[in-house]
């Protein structure tokens, strides 16, 4: 990186992101009795893909009856790839943090009954309170502040971070003992609400210093809104029809199981939809739950329980796929020492194997992932024996090193990777031709990105968030390639079944050459630990 | 997109320069200016944080829709969303009227 004024901190914990796993993780780290620095890329409290939107929560009472129905009633969906140890974890952790979320103030609806109700959180009360709850934990939190590179010391373990002030136009170093990565999934910058901060710089930041990732080919949801706005929430479309322009029925088409027939009819021509399913009380019941769903309607005059509206499919990424960075043990650590994953950032495999229905999973994971991460990373600071004053060097690649090449510029980059991963028929219907000439293209233009020169100053942040999103793209698809089955969100056209023999994980690394390589599956471990 | 800032309202509180996620925003003397609209990710999050309802943000997420501010504020849509999530003291009631938990499983 081009040297820049920069402000340093020297603290135990920092953490990468100030999301729900973000400030979990960081309130949990100091709880811990660490001193902990959170950078957010954005503003902690607004940044990220909850802030903006609703989420459910997989909050379901300690009933042993209740817990395992709902564990067992994602395993088909997710392809039976979850992890039941890490599912229990998840319920217990998310029950214990949501009901301290209750004691804090947050305004849980009560129902008819008088019971508080747990089950879904609206986007900017939790994480106002959450910002709120961070820094109350003595925490240092720095906006506007997106990190750029990991720090690594002598011994190949991360000892810190560095980054650019943006409202400061100047940059961070932040030495530490533990990181936790806590920066979101990558939604390609498809406007997908409140997601254009997630661009995977996580991953490309943690695949520097040697992290490796898993699940990558459970990347591909598409999220459903209106054609011309942002807001991608699902969960209403269940009470839509969907019709083409002359206004006969799509069909199949339908928000859950029938979302791919919708993707195809868009490949045709514009698709409708209405929400006339919906009756009284439950129109009344939208319109308290999800005020933000209503704004695109409310501001154009559209009544959209009456009227058909046209609407697309956003791609979501890896924010709602189930890939990210690999956990090695129950303490969100990553394969790198001193490096722990929470959130998007990490993999959701162990609690929704190769598909997630919607938000509420990953809210459960944000917050139990992100105590577990922050507790982890707190706990290897203090006693994992970590020299005070090491010598620390920058671990970035891409867009940070002087190179006999041109500036690596973003502008480009960034509109050419969304080419390779928003159609449909490239990664919604995957298929082997399609998905090598695609990796031809994307490797080419990482050929050409990593041998371009350190960006200017002003391009820094575009030109890093391209190129995570181009390494994205390439662990995505050469996963894509590996998985010879469909499974989960993972669909193959000349491997339109799921294959037995195939429930094991794809492991995922490297940069310049991008590897795959099978993991089986804890169950198989045990089967043949038995035998 | 945020397309409306509007000067009679603005206290010049910088609240919107600080909370936008994407940092479209920039101060100056007074009035802070839509620096970066094509940044804007439509999350609708200033316009909520803006306690004098100042701020308009367009439901059109990839065009600038051309709001016409005097029409704009003589109807009722500027401040609607904050009304809606209950952050202004004569809807407060609605910060906990979340209804999701008749919606969800159905």
């Known amino acids: 990186m081009t040297a820049v004024g920069a402000v340093e901190y020297d603290t135990d914990v920092l953490v990468l992101g100030g999301g729900p796993a973000g400030t979990w993780a960081a309130i949990a780290a100091a709880e811990n009795g660490t001193r902990v620095v959170l950078a957010d890329k954005g503003f902690c409290g607004t940044s ?65 009954n008088g019971k508080s109700q747990r089950t879904s959180l609206q986007g900017p009360e939790y994480m106002r309170l959450m910002r709120k709850r961070t820094k109350a934990a003595g925490v240092t939190i720095l906006d506007h502040s997106p990190a750029l590179e990991l720090l690594v010391d002598d011994s190949g373990a991360v000892a810190g971070a560095a980054g650019l002030r943006r409202q400061k136009d100047d940059g961070w170093i ?29 991953y490309l930041m943690a695949a520097e210093v040697g ?47 029938g979302r791919s027939a919708i993707a195809r009819a868009l490949t045709q021509g514009p698709v409708y939809a209405r929400l006339d399913k919906a009756d009284e009380e439950v129109r009344r019941s939208m319109r308290a739950s999800q005020p933000n769903f209503f704004l695109p309607f409310d501001r154009t005059g559209i009544d959209p329980f009456t009227q058909r509206f046209p609407i697309t499919l956003r791609l979501e990424g890896t924010v709602r796929g189930t890939g990210g960075l690999r956990i090695v043990d129950e303490t969100c650590a990553t394969s790198v020492p001193g490096l722990y994953a929470a959130g998007d950032a990490a993999t ?24 577990w991460a922050g507790e982890g990373a707190a706990n290897y600071a203090r006693l994992a024996g970590v020299p005070p004053r090491r010598r620390v060097a920058r671990a970035g690649t891409v867009a940070l090193r002087e190179r006999s090449g041109r500036p690596f510029a973003a502008a480009q980059v960034a509109p050419d990777v969304q080419a390779e991963v928003f159609p449909y028929e490239l990664n919604y219907f995957r298929e082997a031709g399609r998905l090598r000439a695609s990796l031809r293209r994307l490797d080419a233009l990482w050929t050409t990105a990593s041998r371009a020169g350190a960006s200017a100053k002003d391009d820094l942040l575009r030109a890093r968030e391209a190129a995570s999103m181009l390494a994205t793209a390439r662990w995505m698809y050469r996963s894509a390639l590996a998985r010879q089955e469909s499974r989960g969100m993972h669909r193959r056209d000349d491997f339109p079944d799921q294959d037995e023999r195939l429930r094991s994980y794809v492991t995922s690394g490297g940069l310049d050459e991008i590897w795959t390589s099978p993991r089986v599956h804890t169950d198989a471990v045990a089967a043949e630990a038995a035998e | ?35 970066r609209q094509a940044d804007c990710q439509t999350c609708f999050l200033c316009e909520l944080y803006c306690p004098e309802d100042a701020l308009f943000v367009s439901p059109f997420a990839e065009v600038v829709e051309g709001i016409d501010v005097v029409a704009l504020k003589q109807g009722t849509l500027l401040g609607s969303y904050r009304r809606a999530v209950g952050w202004t003291d004569e809807t407060r009631q609605l910060r906990s009227a979340d209804r999701s938990y008749r919606l969800l499983g159905r």
């Open chain 1, 211 to 257: 992290a490796e990732l898993t699940s990558m080919e459970f990347s591909n949801p598409y999220a459903i809104s209106p054609a011309f706005g942002s807001v991608t929430k699902t969960l209403f479309y269940g009470w839509a029809s969907f019709t083409y322009e002359d206004g006969s029925i799509v069909p199949g088409a339908a928000s859950k199981g």
């Open chain 2, 1 to 35: 997109m945020i397309e409306v800032i509007d000067a009679e309202r603005c206290t010049s509180c910088d609240i919107c320069v600080n909370v936008c996620p994407t940092n479209v925003f920039d101060k100056t003397n007074g009035v802070p200016v839509i620096a």
């Open chain 1, 48 to 112: 990220g893909a909850t802030a903006a939107a609703g989420t459910g929560v997989w909050y379901v009472d300690p009933d042993p009856a209740r817990r395992e129905a709902v564990m067992a009633s994602r395993e088909k969906m997710g392809g039976y790839l979850q992890d039941r140890q890490w599912m229990a974890r998840t319920l217990d952790c998310t029950y214990a943090q949501s009901n301290r979320l209750a004691e804090w103030g947050y305004p849980y609806p009560v129902d008819d």
């Open chain 1, 174 to 202: 932040v030495r530490a003992r533990a990181v936790v990565i806590a920066t979101g999934g990558c939604a390609f910058l498809s406007k997908t609400l409140g997601s254009n901060v997630l661009t995977g710089d996580g």
């Open chain 1, 348 to 371: 959701r495999e162990l609690i929704c194997g190769g598909f997630t229905g919607g938000g509420s999973h990953n809210a459960a994971w944000a917050m139990s992932s992100g105590t």
